[in-house]
């Protein structure tokens, strides 16, 4: 069964004015174009001393349990929030565009957003479907995408979906961390 479907040729212009130079997110935190916030179980950055007994062996398999289910409840309150799309950078050079994808249900995106690092100490080239992933929150004009170490990237162009975020965040045991 198809997990994605492309959105039609209309909207697929719309998103790309909508989220403007999106694929370069991921490659340089700092844009122009966007801001951006941690949400992360941490409530603080780490020091070095913090992250070296924060990841890896040094954590047991309930507390990564606990801290996967923290992200899990944050992406159902999304779904349940706000429309989620998944994307795809297609092409290279001047040719390079950005392919916009629905999810066929609910489930077919709770599943391509399950987190990516859910073994302790192993990190996984990429979840169920393969590598990070990364959606875009139309009705807030943001992108979330998955990173590592427990942490993962919301980039927003307005005020009012930090308010949004934070909410969600908080209610599902997370932190925003600028």
Not at 3 to 19: H, M
Request: glycine share 6%; hydrophobic share 30%.
């Amino acid at each position: 069964m198809r997990k994605f479907v492309n959105v039609n040729k209309n909207r697929q212009q719309a998103l790309s004015k909508k989220f403007p130079d999106i694929e370069n997110l991921g490659c340089d935190d700092q844009t122009e174009k966007y801001e951006f916030v941690a949400i992360t179980v941490f409530d603080h950055w780490l020091t070095r001393d913090e992250a070296e007994k924060s990841f890896g062996s040094q954590i047991s398999k309930e507390e990564q349990e606990k801290r996967n289910n923290s992200f899990m409840r944050f992406r159902e309150l999304l779904f349940n929030e706000t429309e989620v799309l998944t994307y795809r950078c297609k092409g290279k050079g001047r040719n390079e565009f950005v392919s916009f994808k629905a999810f066929t249900s609910i489930n077919a995106g709770l599943e391509y957003t399950y987190p990516t690092i859910s073994n302790v100490g192993f990190h996984k080239t990429g979840g169920p479907h393969g590598r990070f992933f990364q959606v875009v929150l139309p009705s807030i004009d943001a992108v979330y995408r998955e990173n590592y170490d427990d942490t993962n990237l919301l980039y927003y162009k307005n005020k009012s979906t930090l308010e949004v975020i934070e909410k969600l965040t908080e209610a599902s045991g997370l932190f925003c961390l600028k």
